[in-house]
Nanobody
Framework: QVQLVESGGGLVQAGGSLRLSCAAS????????MAWYRQAPGKQRELVAS???????NYADSVKGRFTISRDNAKNTVYLQMNNLKPEDTAVYIC????????WGQGTQVTVSS
């Protein structure tokens, strides 16, 4: 089992920045993919960014150039640096990690005011 704990959400004005963290614990060997999803009220959960153990990152078109995903394998932690935030980025941001199974965190609220 893998446990994921997110932190770093909050309220920010449009144009501001936030950095999310997600720390994994438990059976963390082989966390091939770590990712951030988000879900806004009334909308489906969508992939924001993902990064493999040694490979490049992938981003949703809506966040390219503004968000950066990174991971510290020694700390089993994935980060999401969010810059130039927009009101449409408001959502619960949920960490995801995949080995042979998929694990989800509880999520952290990000609210961007206009």
């Amino acid at each position: 089992q893998v446990q994921l704990v997110e932190s770093g959400g909050g309220l920010v004005q449009a144009g501001g920045s936030l950095r999310l963290s997600c720390a994994a614990s438990g059976s963390t060997n082989g966390l091939n993919v770590m990712a951030w999803y988000r879900q806004a009220p009334g909308k489906q959960r969508e992939l924001v960014a993902s990064v493999t153990l040694w490979g490049p990152a992938n981003y949703a078109d809506s966040v390219k150039g503004r968000f950066t995903i990174s991971r510290d394998n020694a700390k089993n932690t994935v980060y999401l640096q969010m810059n130039n935030l927009k009101p449409e980025d408001t959502a619960v941001y949920i960490c995801c990690a995949a080995t042979n199974n998929v694990y989800w965190g509880q999520g952290t609220q990000v609210t961007v005011s206009s």
